[in-house]
């Protein structure tokens, strides 16, 4: 059975890219990475991918003078390597109506909070300012409003009371890095699909255990 063809776009060090370049290192992973693409043509992450033999490709765009023409410019890439799926991880820009259409149910991202909270940036500073139980993690199909679209998977995290903006950070990344491989692997098998502003799951354990904080 033919793997599903990834593309992966970040902007950064790219530790949610490194989960998925192990999980495709796996000989039964469903999925296989075909590109790797940075806005930042300094990104830490193009050289992992380089180490795994992936090909690296930065679309620097300050180099375009419209986001329109930049957007072209990934759409072009995305076509050429024949890509299926794309998965944003840590990618820092804000993509326009007309990219995200075309890339509508084949284009996921990972939110640093249980989405529809806390979108947008510093997700965990607000939520301990806040005061809230749980910080998270969101695995989601992209639409043209910022971190909104089908949920496919969420962790919950508990806030510590003495939690900093770093350590949950640093707690929810353990979380990211085991949903994402997760959540690509369900929509290679066909477990995941897209029924209006819900996602539907077939032969997938959804749980039905709850978290509370403080324990009881």
Request: proline fraction near 5%.
């Amino acid at each position: 059975m033919a793997k599903l063809r990834l593309a992966v776009m970040i902007s950064g060090s790219g530790t949610n890219l490194q989960a998925l370049i192990d999980a495709c290192a796996e000989a039964d992973y469903p999925a296989e990475i075909q590109v790797v693409i940075s806005n930042r043509p300094n990104a830490k992450g193009l050289e992992r991918a380089q180490k795994a033999g992936i090909p690296a490709i930065a679309i620097d765009h300050k180099e375009f003078e419209t986001r329109e023409a930049f957007e072209d410019a990934l759409h072009d890439c995305l076509k050429k390597h024949n890509t299926q799926l794309v998965c944003l991880a840590g990618f820092m820009r804000i993509l326009n109506a007309e990219f995200v259409n075309r890339w509508r149910d084949r284009m996921i991202n990972i939110h640093p909070s249980l989405l529809p909270s806390y979108k947008g940036l510093h997700t965990h500073e607000r939520a301990i300012e806040d005061g809230v139980r749980f910080g998270g993690c969101t695995i989601h199909y992209v639409r043209p409003e910022m971190d909104n679209g089908p949920i496919i998977m969420q962790a919950a995290v508990p806030i510590a009371a003495t939690e900093t903006e770093e350590s949950l950070a640093a707690k929810t990344l353990i979380y990211e890095h085991q949903m994402y491989p997760a959540a690509v692997r369900m929509i290679a098998e066909g477990k995941v699909r897209v029924s209006g502003q819900k996602v539907v799951f077939s032969d997938t354990d959804l749980g039905d255990t709850g978290l509370i904080s403080p324990k009881i």
